[in-house]
């Protein structure tokens, strides 16, 4: 296996003359990490001594500690080095004058999800956004995409439900890595910064996370390993519902269920356990937190057997819409508040469509409904192919 190395390694290695004479902001968290497990913070701050002014963190706090949304972060001052730690999860998710003051650049490293609404991509169009207010340049350091980029799946954000989960329309599977993304955000949607990204070495699109010989931390709390980034830009759909994604349990997002779910039935509505590149094994469980926290939840894991088959979006769909047909009486749409919207469905905001719901509870044919994105979905691979910095 070839080992990728990433958009930190190769700006540590080489790194460009400008750059010393600037004072350096970092958007990091714990996933921001080099090959021998070396913090983005500590490696930037030993090659450009005393040019580290100010570190920023996304949703999940600065040490991923926060397992929950619309948990907030408080600022805190950097153990380590001394600097201030400005959260952008807390009193404000856009970054201010007074923040950006300290600094000249800001260098991005985050390990994104490949999925529209993973909030981290979100805070980076937002430091875009203030980089060109305030003057400041932006670097990328680029990192793979865990779920490939050769996959692109769904129906691109309708603009009625943009939020914090989803302010481009773009689709729920992208196939982006978050270097990329910043180019599209920057050009095709019309932020304009001044902006560089720093590639991988050796990423393809056809590489899925455990194909790049890289550690993985995880970036959130709930998304533990690579497996559960794998069924994630489907399995989250769970969290506009009261069916538990598995939150409070040590597999989130690859086990779901409820106390009121009949797995037989589930079963009988997909024709069995197999699905394309997926087994359904039932499994029963107990959330420690969260949903029906402390009670008995019957559900399923899924086990990914062919990652090039499965169609996490598409899949979750039709296990919706099973759940939906056999629980109509106990299966209910989470009520607001999600990510700081107060009166739209959460499982709107998710799906990015009010229609596409609204066909799953009429029990429309979920491949007609994919059908329905088709158009729009190739659309944005055209657009998108642009912005490949990899093949």
């Not at 397992?67 to 856009?94: C, K, W």
């Not at 269920?257 to 359904?280: C, H, Q, W, Y």
């Not at 066909?359 to 007609?368: A, L, N, P, S």
Request: proline residues 8%.
């Amino acid at each position: 296996m070839k080992r990728v190395q990433t958009g930190l390694e190769s700006f540590i290695e080489s790194s460009p003359e400008w750059i010393h004479s600037h004072r350096i902001g970092l958007l990091c968290n714990p996933a921001s990490v080099d090959k021998q497990f070396r913090h983005a913070r500590e490696r930037i701050s030993m090659r450009f001594p005393g040019r580290l002014m100010a570190i920023f963190s996304p949703q999940h706090g600065f040490f991923a500690e926060k397992q929950d949304n619309m948990i907030e972060s408080d600022h805190i001052t950097d153990p380590a080095l001394g600097i201030p730690v400005f959260s952008l999860y807390g009193e404000t998710r856009v970054p201010t004058e007074e923040m950006f003051d300290p600094i000249d650049t800001l260098i991005i490293d985050l390990q994104d999800a490949g999925t529209r609404v993973y909030t981290f991509i979100y805070t980076m169009s937002h430091c875009l956004e203030a980089a060109e207010r305030f003057g400041k340049k932006v670097v990328i350091l680029d990192r793979p995409n865990p779920v490939g980029g050769l996959s692109v799946e769904g129906n691109c954000l309708s603009p009625e439900c943009a939020s914090f989960v989803g302010r481009y329309p773009i689709p729920m599977r992208h196939g982006l890595t978050i270097g990329e993304l910043s180019l599209l955000f920057n050009k095709h949607f019309g932020i304009g910064c001044d902006l560089e990204v720093i590639p991988m070495k050796g990423w393809r699109r056809d590489m899925y996370f455990r194909d790049t010989g890289l550690p993985w931390v995880a970036p959130s709390p709930n998304l533990p390993t690579p497996e559960s980034a794998t069924v994630y830009p489907g399995q989250v759909l769970w969290e506009g519902t009261n069916v538990s994604e598995g939150r409070g349990t040590t597999q989130p997002f690859e086990i779901f269920g409820a106390p009121f779910m009949d797995v037989e039935k589930i079963l009988s509505f997909t024709s069995g356990n197999r699905l394309p590149g997926a087994i359904l094994r039932p499994h029963v469980f107990e959330p420690t937190f969260n949903k029906w926290k402390g009670m008995l939840c019957s559900g399923f894991q899924i086990h990914v057997t062919d990652p090039c088959l499965y169609q996490p979006f598409v899949t979750t769909l039709r296990l919706l819409q099973a759940v939906l047909f056999h629980h109509k009486d106990r299966f209910g749409w989470k009520p607001p508040p999600y990510e700081y919207e107060f009166e739209r469905h959460p499982i709107d905001l998710i799906i990015g469509s009010t229609e596409i719901r609204r066909r799953i509870e009429h029990f429309d044919d979920v491949d007609e409904i994919a059908a329905s994105w088709r158009e729009s979905l190739d659309a944005f691979v055209e657009m998108s192919r642009g912005f490949h910095l990899y093949v």
